[in-house]
């Protein structure tokens, strides 16, 4: 498995949870790393990308200002820190890889496994 995703659970409104991608298993660096999410019925969407290279973060709208992504590059992981969870935010989120980023939308292009995030009271 190249990119292994963990941290989901249940939480209530309002919680936080932090989210991480284990990416060792990548041969080449990506042009980004971050995660996408598909809610139940829903398409994919993105959530947010943070550049391998100069680490700039890009965020969809409705997640500015709550989630927060990092990486830590010893140790070839990235992080989602979430925090001010909503019932909307109720999702399997996937790790990926991106190539580009056009107007803060991340261009995935490899995934692994997701790992399930449920808010609710």
């Known amino acids: 498995v190249q990119l292994q995703a963990s941290g989901g659970g249940l939480v209530q409104p309002g919680g936080s949870l932090r989210l991480s991608c284990d990416a060792s298993?990548?041969?080449?660096?990506?042009?980004?790393l971050g995660w996408f999410r598909q809610a139940p019925g829903k398409e994919r969407e993105g959530v947010s990308c943070?550049?391998?290279?100069?680490?700039?973060?890009h965020y969809r709208d409705s997640v500015k200002g709550r989630f927060t992504i990092s990486r830590d590059n010893a140790k070839n992981t990235v992080y989602l820190q979430m925090n001010g969870l909503k019932p909307e935010d109720t999702a399997v989120y996937y790790c990926?890889?991106?190539?580009?980023?056009?107007?803060?939308?991340?261009?995935?292009?490899?995934w692994g496994q997701g790992t399930l995030v449920t808010v609710s009271s």
């Open positions: 990926a890889t991106a190539y580009g980023v056009i107007a803060d939308n991340c261009l995935f292009d490899t």
């Open positions: 298993g990548l041969s080449l660096v990506p042009n980004y």
């Open positions: 943070i550049s391998s290279s100069d680490g700039s973060a």
